[in-house]
């Protein structure tokens, strides 16, 4: 019990209603506002808007993304992989004793919410949403569920960058202009980078505890410091296309506000050089994600300030 004392002051957590706030791990929330916002705002500087499909698309992401989160929690907790000392988990089943029961439905609940907005969102625009929703829906849940989940292979940063960026940015896209061109799948590769950064840096964290457990993860298998150094090589890919695009007039000029977000990258890298307990990592896991929310704003707000120029 006082290694449990201990490791809730040293995360600061609290009890009460932040105890549901953790199951949903925000920071990891990113993932669903950056693709659909960026999405949205390219199809509005092409003339496109609709604020309910919007608003639906958004609360849509958030729950599944939020569901996903819930459905790691459980298993991970079934598989014996988390314990009262796990760190970067929400910790809701084994410090704050909530049922695993309770998580698991509350993670159906939250994709069964998801999947109404699905329909709207399908009824309003094509049923082709549906279908590509539903596909996106189930590899959520065999992301920490099924036989094989997802996350424990090295396939988990390509998995969760491409529907979370790119699937979920051209959706929005879509709903919106009722087409999808090739600008949209191009402007989404930095995004969907950043986003299996997200997950890359939540696995250097994670190295040795997911090593201890059986798992092959993509850091498991460079090796935590080829991993940073991969980490790194991202966030260059990130800036480059960025660069590469704005130079070819795919994104405007405005959006060179972007690259204010290269020093947090930076410090991303450096807060996990010469690291290896998973507490000292936390600041950079962390700054991952406040990373990429940074840099999907911008770019989202210069698309549309672009749009008055």
Not at 136 to 164: D, H, N, Q
């Amino acid at each position: 019990m006082h290694g449990d004392t201990d490791i809730r002051e040293q995360l600061n957590e609290k009890g009460g209603w932040q105890v549901w706030w953790r199951l949903l791990r925000p920071h990891t929330l990113t993932a669903s506002f950056v693709p659909v916002f960026v999405g949205t705002m390219l199809a509005y500087i092409d003339g496109h808007f609709h604020l309910f499909l919007f608003l639906a698309m958004l609360i849509a992401s958030i729950l599944i993304q939020s569901a996903t989160n819930m459905f790691n929690e459980y298993y991970d907790y079934k598989l014996g992989l988390d314990t009262e000392k796990s760190v970067g988990i929400g910790g809701t089943i084994v410090r704050d004793g909530v049922k695993p029961r309770t998580v698991l439905r509350l993670g159906f609940a939250f994709f069964g919410i998801a999947l109404l907005l699905g329909l709207y969102i399908s009824m309003t625009t094509s049923w082709w949403i549906a279908v590509i929703g539903l596909v996106s829906m189930l590899f959520g849940y065999l992301y920490t569920g099924g036989p094989i989940p997802i996350a424990y292979t090295p396939f988990g940063e390509v998995t969760s960058g491409f529907f979370m960026g790119t699937v979920i940015m051209g959706i929005s896209y879509f709903i919106q202009s009722m087409t999808l061109t090739g600008k949209v799948l191009l402007v989404s590769i930095p995004i969907a980078i950043l986003i299996g950064a997200i997950l890359l840096s939540n696995n250097i964290r994670d190295l040795d505890g997911d090593r201890e457990s059986g798992r092959k993860t993509l850091a498991i298998l460079l090796g935590r410091k080829k991993a940073v150094y991969f980490l790194a090589s991202l966030f260059a890919a990130t800036y480059i296309s960025t660069a590469i695009f704005i130079l070819t007039g795919l994104l405007p000029w405005v959006s060179i506000i972007v690259f204010i977000t290269i020093k947090m990258a930076i410090d991303v890298v450096n807060g996990f050089k010469g690291k290896t307990l998973p507490i000292e990592m936390m600041p950079a896991m962390a700054l991952t994600g406040k990373t990429t929310t940074a840099y999907g704003f911008l770019l989202g707000i210069s698309l549309l300030i672009s749009s008055f120029l």
